[in-house]
């Protein structure tokens, strides 16, 4: 694929988050979520054992900005600026595939809807994005219940779809949720 033709803000203000680009800096607030098996749980992503697979996958962000294959935002709380997740999006022909992971410290309080929603409302406004799609597993109610928030919808179930890793190497289904433009 090559670079989209739209480029996405660096910062996106919500009521209680700033989204903001990944620092290297970061690499400490990443692993803090990125290594809690019970986050990681139902990835797509091994859980990370080690900070310095938490500053690959900085480095991994920064290319996807450099080369436009995937967008990453931090979840921050102001004051404090402290990083309590991530939400990306990755451009596909015409559309693009929307992902988050969430500190179990914040879990509960609605904030991935809220980085959810300003993310696929800033999305549905840029005419080139005709698709936003979204998996999750199917034992993960919660982020089914996000999805539907933000404005995407259940399209199906996707029988095998993919293997979680925290969970082993058989593939595992995925509910997939949509949005789609539609011609006026």
Known sequence: MTRPPWT?????????LRLRRPRSD??????????????TRLMDWPTHL???????FLA??????????????LLTLP????????????????GVELGYVLHRDVHGRGLATEAS????GWLKAVPDVVRIEATCDVENEASARVLEKAGL????????YGARPNLGPEPRGALLFAWTRTAD
């Open 26 to 39: 970061d690499a400490e607030a990443v692993f803090a979520y990125a290594s809690d098996p019970v986050v």
């Open 79 to 94: 004051p404090s600026g402290r990083a309590v997740g991530a939400i990306a999006c990755r451009p596909k022909e015409r």
């Open 117 to 120: 929603r300003a993310v696929v």
């Open 60 to 73: 991994y962000c920064e290319t996807g900005w450099e080369t436009g294959t995937e967008f990453t935002w």
């Open 8 to 16: 996405p803000p660096e910062t996106i203000e919500t009521p209680r």
């Open 50 to 56: 080690s900070i310095e697979t938490s500053r690959r």
């Open 153 to 160: 919808a259940r399209e199906r179930l996707l029988p095998a």
